[in-house]
């Protein structure tokens, strides 16, 4: 077990200011915000890509090694076969080659991907390129999963593929810490949200009480603001 | 009638297929060294690293007669490699040929891995990977583009003269490549001769890139 994990302090640059959080197993987490509100600078800082300007970032355990993963955005996939840049993957990770095989079979049936994994990665559509990311970052099956904006560029059918995965891995037992300015999306998925604004979290609340009664101002205008285009 | 009989030379074949092998032999071996050295110094950071970047890029306008004449004082009976007898083989031609071809595909593939490496570079840290092996996925990642850096590199080394002359020795039936010929044989007039070798030096340089522009474009279309 590597949660909870703990940040103190943790600022970076102008982007984010000073903030403790502590992120426990259980309830997936929305991050909420609008865009330039630091969503994503908080998640690689949790995730490890970033290092913070001040302040520190520590898991219960002491190596949090491959025990959570991340997708974003837009996925970068290898120049090879789906099944390849899962395989790539737990390659990476020093799964052995026979386990290999057995493991991305699994994380590709998991995203209904089994039929078209010999094909070229990238000239899959962009709902099955997020797919495969998922799949990838799910293959070693982390305790936590970080995922940042992961249908941003997505049309409905494909972000309701993708929310039905996620719900999947969350049932599974995985720690959900995602990423998102959609509204829908965040009550279809989450728990409980952070709300982050310019740079601030300004609330944290379980989902149902954020958005009935929201405790911030900042809180109430976004939700406000945001709800036509639910 | 006189490209005829000149097409029906083994003479020229012989000459034409020693300077096929010089030049891909160069062009091979340079690759093979270049590709992984242009990714390491993409994707590494070390101290001096911008004046390697500097002088990297400044040895791809290295003079053949220069580098020609350092490998003839490397190689020369007296030299420190003079033991080796290389000195006007067809081997000392290629080592020459890769010293002025190395820089060429180093140079251009650590432009392309830099590239890559900004989108790239995210997911692999992501996914835990680092350092040379990071460099190599991006490296056999963007193989195809890659091809360029190569025929850029195949181009310097089929054109060039001055080196192979000064290490090779233009020796008939040892050394005598294409461009030694025909700088030979202009000079001593014969201009048709010269003229032929010319064209076919120009065709095989084009029915090469002809054929690396069509694998490039099929796995283009293949892996997107």
Redesign the interface.
């Given at each position: 077990m590597i949660l909870p994990l703990r940040l103190e302090n943790v600022s970076f640059r102008e982007i984010l200011k000073p903030l403790s959080l502590e992120i426990e197993a259980g309830p997936s987490t929305i991050i909420l915000g609008a865009n330039g509100a630091g969503k994503s600078v908080l998640m690689r800082i949790m995730h490890g890509l970033l290092a913070p300007s001040t302040g520190s970032v520590s898991w219960q355990g002491n190596d949090p090694g491959r025990s959570q993963a991340m997708v974003f955005q837009r996925p970068v996939m290898l120049r090879r076969s789906a099944y390849a840049n899962v395989s790539y993957a737990l390659k990476v990770a020093g799964v052995p080659a026979k386990e290999r095989e057995r493991l991305a079979a699994e994380a590709l049936d998991e995203v209904g991907l089994r039929q078209i994994a010999h094909r070229p990665a990238r000239v899959l559509s962009g709902g099955e390129q997020q797919r495969l990311a998922l799949a990838r970052a799910w293959a070693l099956h982390p305790e936590v999963l970080f995922l940042d904006e992961p249908t941003a560029n997505l049309d409905p059918g494909a972000t309701r593929e993708i929310e039905t995965i996620i719900k999947a891995f969350d049932a599974a037992g995985t720690k959900i810490v995602m990423s998102t300015h959609n509204l829908g999306q965040a009550r279809r998925l989450g728990d409980e949200v952070l709300y982050l604004h310019e740079g601030r979290i300004v609330e944290r609340a379980p989902i149902e009480r954020f958005f009935a009664q929201p405790g911030t101002p900042e809180a109430r205008a976004f939700i406000k603001g945001e709800l036509p285009w639910v | 009638m006189l490209y005829i009989t000149l097409l029906d030379d083994p003479r020229l074949w012989q000459i034409v297929a020693l300077s096929l092998a010089v030049s891909l032999s160069a062009v091979a071996i340079a690759t093979l060294v270049g590709m992984p050295l242009g990714a390491a110094i993409a994707v590494g950071r070390f101290p001096g690293r911008q004046a390697v970047i500097v002088l990297l890029n400044a040895l791809m306008g290295l003079p053949p007669v220069v580098v020609g004449l350092f490998i003839y004082l490397l190689l020369s009976r007296a030299g420190p490699l003079g033991e080796l007898g290389l000195l006007f083989t067809p081997q000392a031609m290629v080592i020459a040929q890769t010293v002025l071809v190395l820089p060429i595909i180093a140079a251009l593939a650590r432009q392309s891995v830099e590239d890559a490496w900004r989108?790239?570079e995210?997911?692999?840290?992501?996914?835990?990977?680092h350092g040379l092996?990071g460099a190599l996925?991006v490296l056999w990642?963007?193989r195809f583009s890659l091809l360029t850096a190569v025929l850029a590199g195949l181009g310097r080394a089929s054109a060039e003269v001055g080196a192979v002359m000064i290490v090779g020795g233009n020796i008939d039936g040892v050394t005598r490549v294409m461009t030694t010929t025909i700088a030979l044989e202009t000079s001593k007039g014969d201009l048709p001769l010269a003229l032929g070798l010319g064209v076919v030096l120009i065709a095989i340089v084009l029915a090469l890139n002809a054929a690396a522009h069509l694998v490039k474009e099929a796995a283009q279309r293949?892996?997107?």
């Open positions: - | 989108e790239y995210e997911q692999l840290r992501s996914l835990g990977v092996r996925t990642d963007i293949r892996f997107g």
